[in-house]
């Protein structure tokens, strides 16, 4: 079975039934706002792609600051809350049921942002990933992206491994732990990281790696 197909029943289900975690929040990280007033700062506006949008608040969140949206997500449950919250907020952001990986928009994109999907994205599967960017991103556009750090606080946490840089749980979910070097060897010398830092997540007690990357022409 395709491990992206995994992922998706997993997240499907997880969706559906799980009302714990911490990805399922409402509330905007603060990373996030950061971001946006980057980009206003720099004076990018127009369109933006969120891969694996979730519940659709960040997708909710550039569309309510006049950027024309599309959140995709591999999950059906996932996209049908989108609507709901984004219907609640009196917003129209466009949402589609699709995989990150093998998804082509009838547009290029100014911004994409990736809130926490590449850390589920088995390694193996990067280099797909990246295509899928180059596809939908104009030259001289940004990435907006954070995910699991592959920190020393992290290090320290019960579930972390000692002697690998990925974790399975009993279900199939996968989680990686990345670095500044993992993200710079995946996007290469057509990209340029402008930004990257770390932060606690205000959800959970994990160190998150957050990066701003610019497409070169």
Known sequence: MNKDTIESKYMEKSWKQEKHQAYKTEQIDKSVEEFYNFLKLKKISGSLLDLGCGNGKNTVYFQKNEFYCVGIDFAKSAIEICKKNAKSEKTNPKFEV???????????????????????????????????????????????????SDSKENKKLPKHPKKRN??????????????????????????????NYEFKSQNSPLTVRAFYIKRLK
Request: net charge positive; aromatic share 18%; glycine share 6%.
């Open 166 to 195: 990925w974790i399975i749980n009993k279900k199939g979910h996968y989680t990686t732990f990345f670095s500044y070097a993992d993200i710079k060897n995946l996007f290469g010398s057509k990209f340029r990281i402008e930004k």
């Open 98 to 148: 699709a995989s990150i990986l093998n998804y082509k928009s009838k547009i290029k994109f100014d911004v994409i942002i990736d809130c926490g999907c590449l850390h589920h994205i088995r390694r193996s599967y990067w280099t797909e990933y990246k295509k899928s960017i180059l596809n939908n991103l104009k030259p001289d556009g940004y990435v907006y992206l954070h995910g699991i």
